[in-house]
Structures are given as structure tokens and as C-alpha cells.
């Protein structure tokens, strides 16, 4: 089992759509859970955080955190083609190391 | 405000070489993590220094050493390259102590062996 798992895709969702990306991980130990986005070619840009069960909003991103079920996702509302890009999902313990998945490919079609 | 700098951008380098990467901090940040990323996977954790000792090393040979100086900057060493160390090297930094804060993460160094 990886410890992070993720959906390779890629997810298509048409512009102005809810993309809805998720990312399961197997140390319950784990902490904060971070989802960064990446472009081809390009280093990992941070978009979202959480560290508590719930949800988080920022803009028309929101993050869901569910610790029982070692379950987190990512909703992108109103998708815009700049959306598309790999997602990575990543954990980690406090000051410990990040532990990624492979990361989903998000497509967004006008 | 300085985000995280990577040197150099691309290196092309033959198999048995030895190759520094370059990295200096985001500003306020003291805590320094290096990552492999190959294509299509995520980054891999190589080590993290903090307070220029290694406090983490991931699943990676001896032929990759590290070293972190006092102004918080950090040096990624790679020996007897091979083949298979063709990837990309993220450099992040954060702030140790400050619970969980985030990595953020340079430009990369994509480093090709031939």
C-alpha cells in the first residue's frame, strides 16, 4: 500500500465545472495534509492547507480534511482552463518529512 | 520578499560525475528539504537540515550528501552520478517550530545524466 494514494487521472471537467480531486494516506499519525498544484515542467506552487477535520475555503478552492477516514480532498469551484496541471497530494507529521502521491492531472476543456 | 532560489537551472552532466545544487531559503525561514521528482511521480524526500545538521534523510544512497550553512542556504551533493539521478531537485524551505507550517518550494534544478 503507498502511503499516499491519488487518482492519476486525468480528471476532465468542462470550464465553469466543480473538479473534485482526492487523495487518501495510510499514516494515521499524520498531521497536515497540503495539496500543491504543478505545472508541466514546473516546481510544485502551494495552494491549500488544513490540519484540523473539516472544511477550509479559499476562494474557489476548499479543502476537506477527514482524519477517520484518512481521506482529503480538493474542490476547485468554477473551473478555469488555467486550472489545468497536476495536483499533488502530500502529508506529513510536524517538522517531519512531506510524503507526496503521484498526483492527479486535472484537464479543463472550454 | 525572496521566495526560495535554485542554481543552477538545467546541468547536464555524464555518468560518474559529481554535481552541487545550490539553494537559498525563502526569507524567515531556517529549515531547508531537499526532493527528487522523476517523471510522472511525485517528489521523493532526499534529507532536511535545520540548524546545518541533517535531521532527516530519506531512502537514498550515501552518494547524496548535503549541507546547510549559517545564513540558512543549502548545498545538495549527488557522486558517482548514474542514470537513474536524472530528475528534477526541489529545494524547499520552511520555518522550523512553527506547527506544521507549509514548504515552499524553488524553481528546481533539472539535472540530466548522459
Known amino acids: 500500500q503507498k502511503e499516499v494514494e491519488q487518482n492519476s487521472g486525468p480528471l476532465s471537467v468542462p470550464e465553469g465545472a466543480i473538479a473534485s480531486l482526492n487523495c487518501t494516506y495510510s499514516?494515521?499519525?499524520?498531521?497536515?495534509f497540503f495539496w500543491y498544484r504543478q505545472y508541466s515542467g514546473k516546481s510544485p506552487e502551494l495552494i491549500m492547507f488544513?490540519?484540523?477535520?473539516g472544511d477550509k475555503e479559499d476562494g474557489r478552492f476548499t479543502a476537506q480534511l477527514n482524519k477517520a477516514s484518512q481521506y482529503v480532498s480538493l474542490l476547485i469551484r468554477d473551473s478555469q482552463p488555467s486550472d489545468s496541471a497536476t495536483y499533488l497530494c502530500?502529508?506529513?507529521?510536524?517538522?517531519?518529512?512531506?510524503?507526496f502521491g503521484t498526483g492527479t492531472r486535472l484537464q479543463v476543456f472550454p | 520578499d525572496a521566495g526560495v532560489t535554485q542554481s543552477p537551472t538545467h546541468l547536464i552532466k555524464t555518468r560518474g560525475q559529481q554535481v552541487t545544487l545550490r539553494c537559498s531559503p525563502k526569507?524567515?525561514?531556517?529549515?531547508v528539504s531537499w526532493y527528487q521528482q522523476a517523471l510522472g511521480q511525485g517528489p521523493q524526500f532526499i534529507f532536511q537540515?535545520?540548524?546545518?545538521?541533517?535531521?532527516q534523510r530519506g531512502n537514498f544512497p550515501d552518494r547524496f550528501s548535503g549541507h546547510q550553512f549559517p545564513n540558512y542556504s543549502s548545498e545538495l551533493n549527488v557522486n558517482a552520478l548514474l542514470l537513474g539521478d536524472s530528475a528534477l531537485y526541489l529545494c524547499a524551505s520552511s520555518l522550523n517550530g512553527a506547527g506544521g507550517q507549509p514548504q515552499h518550494f524553488g524553481d528546481g534544478t533539472r539535472l540530466s545524466i548522459l
Open positions: 537540515y535545520y540548524e546545518e545538521e541533517e535531521r
Open positions: 488544513i490540519y484540523s477535520n
Open positions: 502530500a502529508v506529513n507529521r510536524v517538522t517531519d518529512k512531506l510524503i
Open positions: 526569507s524567515g525561514h531556517d529549515t
Open positions: 499514516d494515521r499519525g499524520s498531521q497536515s
